[in-house]
């Protein structure tokens, strides 16, 4: 079973969120690869960005993914996906404990 972590973010820019979990990834022994950038306009004139990286292990194995979504409206979704057979439960723990404290202030709660 994998790991999968989904948030939505209020009042965060998308390039933040990005830079957060990086830094906290590689806090916890992985490392993001090279960003997939995009940047769409829609009918009102704004833009919507998408952020895609590929999450691999200290050795350079892909081991998940990141995705964020940027909406013309301040609102940032991630989805963070890792395999388990690459983290253990208490890494798994403390990087959500992580993101949890450094951006729970701006998370939606459903």
């Not at 998408?50 to 013309?72: D, N, Y």
């Not at 990087?95 to 951006?103: A, G, K, N």
Request: include cysteine; aromatic fraction near 8%; proline fraction near 2%.
């Amino acid at each position: 079973m994998a790991v999968h972590v989904k948030k939505t973010y209020r009042g965060l820019n998308p390039e933040m969120l990005y830079d957060e979990i990086r830094h906290l990834l590689s806090r916890h022994g992985f490392r993001a690869a090279d960003a997939h950038l995009q940047t769409y306009s829609i009918s009102s004139g704004a833009t919507q960005s998408r952020v895609t990286v590929p999450v691999l292990t200290a050795e350079g194995t892909e081991c998940g993914s990141l995705h964020i979504l940027g909406s013309a409206n301040g609102d940032a979704r991630m989805t963070f996906d890792l395999a388990d057979q690459a983290v253990s439960d208490d890494v798994v723990r403390a990087l959500q404990e992580d993101i949890d404290f450094l951006l729970g202030s701006y998370e939606v709660r459903w």
